[in-house]
């Protein structure tokens, strides 16, 4: 079975600092790894994507994060925070085999942007 | 820019009454899927479907839960009989033409059980 832990429900930073959201999964085989982002009154869209190729990911609008075996982690940042990136965060995991018409998501993480 | 979307977006109903959600998929994706969130807790996953049938489904998708492609364009969720328990916010999301994980979410549906 898999599952995500994203350890902070609320983040806070200002404007131009740097975005550190965490991720945390567990699953019995290697994973594929995503983060969502939700803007207010939408639906979740992809950030990015790990599917065993390299290990640290590049997504949109700045977005990057490290798949880190040793650590069971996939933890989200960006260099500089900007007004437009408060939203909730989600990191899911599915099996890289089988089962893998399922999403298992975190419980999100709400980022605030303080100017 | 091709989206996903739902109707309707809030819907209140007494318990046991029968509910249907209505998704309106990307026109070339093939697979679809029903995700829930209770406020407070993690997306969860209900249901996805392919090739006209379900591929995999959750614990939660009990008898009470079918899901259909009725007509090549819609995608529904029915809930038979409501329980207080099944008030969340209900997405549906479609993929397109091979397994990516780049699930394209609707704005979800808030169904409230009264």
């Known amino acids: 079975a898999q599952s995500v832990t994203q350890l902070g429900s609320h983040v806070s930073v200002s404007e131009g600092a740097l975005v550190l959201l965490r991720c945390n999964y567990s699953?019995?085989?290697?994973?594929?790894l995503f983060w969502y982002v939700q803007y207010p009154n939408q639906g979740l869209q992809l950030l990015l994507k790990?599917?065993?190729?390299?290990?640290l990911v590049k997504g949109i609008n700045g977005f990057e994060a490290e798949f880190k075996k040793s650590e069971t982690s996939f933890h989200l940042t960006k260099p500089s925070a900007h007004m437009s990136d408060a939203a909730e965060y989600f990191c899911?995991?599915?099996?890289?085999?089988?089962?893998?018409?399922?999403?298992?998501f975190g419980k999100g993480t709400l980022l605030t942007v303080n100017p | 820019e091709p989206e996903v979307t739902q109707t309707p977006s809030h819907q209140v109903t007494q318990m046991g009454q029968e509910v249907i959600l209505r998704c309106v998929p990307i026109s070339n994706h093939l697979y679809f899927y029903w995700y829930r969130q209770i406020l407070g807790q993690k997306v969860e996953f209900l249901v996805s479907?392919?090739?006209?049938?379900?591929?995999?489904k959750s614990e939660i998708f009990d008898d009470q839960f079918s899901v259909e492609r009725p007509d090549g364009s819609n995608f529904t969720l029915k809930i038979r009989s409501t329980k207080l328990e099944d008030s969340a916010m209900y997405f549906c999301a479609s993929e397109g033409t091979g397994w990516t994980g780049e699930l394209f979410f609707g704005e979800g549906s808030r169904l409230t059980v009264l």
């Open positions: 479907f392919y090739n006209n049938e379900i591929s995999e």
């Open positions: 699953s019995s085989v290697p994973p594929y």
């Open positions: 790990y599917t065993s190729a390299a290990t």
């Open positions: 899911a995991v599915t099996d890289s085999g089988g089962s893998n018409y399922k999403l298992t």
